[in-house]
């Protein structure tokens, strides 16, 4: 079987889980399957095989980028032919594998990794782009012959989203995690580095620690959880690994929060760089508790990595995140009671602070508790989050598109 997968990241182009996950799917996928993959940012020198790269057209220079996007996607559909199964990830690449499904006469494969009606507040990044964006996943999704839903609380948010979606094509997939890139290090050459790592960032490691991984974006929950920081006891250090903004306002917004929290305790570090992955695993392994306050997630894959790396995670009750964290075993789970506009907006965000605060002191203050559930938490990821049984299911959901097409 041929599967080509589409996809806006791939390496050396990653920025989001999205473009973790097509990356490790790949791997896996190739022990049964023909794999291809076509992604933007262009040609990948020293690529490996089967990798092909597009560039934004030169003709579509300056306009707005979901049309950008668009123009990509159209590049992308030739390449296709000859694929048994065509496979999209995320509204940038679902346009193109539609319309390959269609020319080509073959399965087209949805993964639903985010959905654009739950993320409203694009249209502050996107302006009128926003309602091209959310056409072409319509289009996506509801042509589709399979959707792959990253989590039950994803399934139902697709199933919401557009009603017109046969529930019965919708199956459930979760992400899943690299168990050795993710296990914590033991050597000496990563003790050294997380000293250098901790001096570079004033970290202190002897400071109970709670620690924060994510874009700067609506969804991800951050003014919230900037909020509950004031509530912590003081001698709680807090690290915010929190960079890429998706708009000017929100950066501003944050910026300001943490420098009023700078002026009011120490202990609050923030990271802005996008750190190499052994320097990122040193920040987490110098932290206790890992937190997820996001507004709308559909699984999560930073707590994931967190959980691999032997943390709890205490982590909002919406979306696919009770799907990873068991509730007083690997962690907690934060409830919210949020709009159901899309935005997620929590209906009472005082209360959800305060209890994101409470939990995350009941945790990180009780050194024995957080180190039982890290433990746990490192245990079940190994049980059901490995990307092997990610690719067995991947590949059923294949054989039943092919066994039932629309």
Known sequence: MRVDLLTKEYPPFIYGGAGVHVNELAKVLRAHADVRVHAFGGPREGAEEGVTGYSDLPELAGTNAALQTLGVD????????????????????????????????????????????????KAEQLGGGYALSSWAERQAYEGASAIIAVSNGMRADILRSYPAVDPGRVKVVHNGIDLEDWARPEDAEFEALSVQVRERFAIDPTRPTVVFVGRVTRQKGLPHLLRAVEMLPAEVQVILCAGAPDTKEIKAEVDAAVAALQAQRTGVVLIEEMLPHRELQAVLASSDVFVCPSVYEPLGIVNLEAMAMGLPVVGSATGGIPDVIVDGETGYLVPLEQLQDGTGTPIHPEVFASDLAARLTDLVTDEGRAKRMGAAARARVEEHFSWAAIAERTMEVYRWALDNPR
């Open 74 to 121: 159209l590049q992308m559909v030739p390449g296709v032919a000859g694929a048994d199964i065509v496979h999209s990830h995320t509204w940038y690449a679902n346009m193109a594998g539609h319309l390959a499904g269609l020319l080509h006469s073959i399965p087209h494969v949805v993964s639903a990794h985010s959905l654009e009606p739950m993320r409203p507040w």
